[in-house]
């Protein structure tokens, strides 16, 4: 078997250059062929975001790196397979011992990744400043939503979304096709799912720029993450995620977009000092991470990270956020938060998360809410109806005085002159 690494040429990147479309080329190349035939049976271009959680001390960091235009093949794992024994692998090494693993398998119609293997080495302390462990981490998945036509390419631009436990890989620019038959990608194209675009009706002819619709309020849900089969974070909140991006003209563009109740894949875990809650869909990745501070009695939110897709206008449809220093919802331990306004949480500069109707608990050991520390903004605004109520009640006691002192002097009668 033998492989080879190529990268998009430089006349190319001239090309982009002169038609306007710059972007960053990030996409490197893979081949493995068959070490008899010689036949080449995989090729792939791609560009892949990576994202994974690990502990720092007590609390949880979330590291971010891409794919470098460095890995290369492994030749040792990489494989054309045998037909109806085994099934073609790619094996790709990169960085301090890091590697990922793409198994195909096919039948008449169709052919798929049937697993994604990845394994990480927490020891690059490049990659994972200050990690609390060290060696290496394999996670793996055979939910990928990678699959295409047989004798087709399979073409996703679009950010793809992987999960493999505590880890992600967004693909995204990518061209991937196993049982080639020819030593080139296939004519035929299968698209990817981000790729299509809705029909609609044509859009009526107008000479003002369309208003986008508001979003609306997002629907209030109650999550729930257990340890040991025992509740230890309740939260129930509305959530609406408001990013802003670049356009592909140079523009800022905003894309708001609320957690709906239906598609969402809720998951988490606590230790004694942190608890983190999951939410994610097909294309979005949201964390909350709580630290519970002993020595103050306190719990508080920590960090927040956000995997998504931009809209087709956006420089780069990919979205990735993350701040683990944050202090929100800071409350006593045995009680809960509760802010039933609109609250606005700074994430990074770009990213921002509004909360509806939140109460939340971390290191919980019931499945109902303890009493609650209200927010500063329920209290500024309980004011208003507080001052207005005064207001009237001072009105209602000044009219009352002033119709006693009235009747008084109407009982007094006439005095003689």
């Not at 000092?273 to 501070?293: C, E, H, P, Q, V």
Request: glycine letters at 4%; proline letters at 4%.
């Amino acid at each position: 078997m033998s492989w080879r690494q190529v990268k998009m040429p430089v006349y190319w990147m001239a090309v982009m250059l002169l038609i306007g479309v710059v972007q960053v080329a990030t996409a490197v190349q893979f081949e493995v062929k068959d070490g008899k035939t010689n036949i080449t049976c995989i090729l792939a271009d791609l560009s892949i975001n990576f994202s994974v959680s690990y502990n720092v001390s007590s609390k949880m960091e979330l590291a971010t790196f891409v794919l470098p235009s460095e890995a290369v093949t492994n030749i040792n794992k990489s494989s054309c397979g045998v037909e109806n024994t085994t099934a073609p692998v790619l094996a790709i090494q990169f960085g301090s011992n890091h590697s990922l693993s793409i198994h195909f398998a096919r039948n008449n119609t169709r052919y798929e990744v049937a697993e994604l293997v990845m394994s990480y080495n927490l020891s690059d302390k490049i990659i994972f400043p200050n990690a609390s462990e060290n060696g290496t981490k394999t996670v793996s998945t055979n939910k990928t939503a990678v699959l295409a036509e047989n004798d087709t390419v399979y073409k996703c631009m679009n950010p793809h979304l992987i999960r493999m436990d505590n880890a992600n890989a967004t693909f995204h620019d990518i061209r991937l096709e196993a049982y080639l038959k020819q030593s080139n990608f296939s004519q035929k194209v299968s698209t990817c799912s981000e790729d299509i675009t809705p029909t609609s009706a044509p859009a009526p002819v107008t000479t003002t720029a369309p208003v986008p619709a508001p979003v609306p309020d997002p629907p209030v849900v109650q999550y729930s993450v257990n340890r040991s089969s025992e509740p230890c974070l309740l939260a129930k909140v509305g959530l609406q995620m408001n990013i802003t991006y670049t356009t592909k003209d140079g523009k800022n563009g905003s894309y708001v977009f609320n957690i709906e109740s239906k598609g969402v894949t809720v998951d988490g875990n606590c230790t004694n000092t942190t608890a983190y809650l999951s939410l994610s869909t097909g294309s979005i990745d949201l964390r909350f991470n709580f630290t519970l501070n002993s020595s103050l009695e306190v719990f508080y939110l920590d960090g927040v990270s956000l995997s998504t897709g931009l809209p087709a206008d956006a420089n780069d449809t990919h979205f990735e956020a993350a701040n683990s220093s944050l202090n929100y919802m800071q409350t006593n331990v045995h009680k809960s938060f509760k802010c039933n306004s609109k609250q606005t949480l700074q994430i990074t500069d770009p990213f921002t998360v509004n909360t509806y109707h939140l109460q939340v608990q971390a290191f919980n050991s019931d499945n109902t809410f303890a009493s609650a520390v209200e927010c500063s903004l329920d209290e500024n605004g309980m004011l208003v109806p507080i001052v207005v109520g005064a207001a009237l009640a001072g009105l209602v006691l000044i009219v009352l005085i002033a119709y006693l002192i009235g009747r008084k002097r109407s009982h007094a009668g006439y005095q003689t002159i």
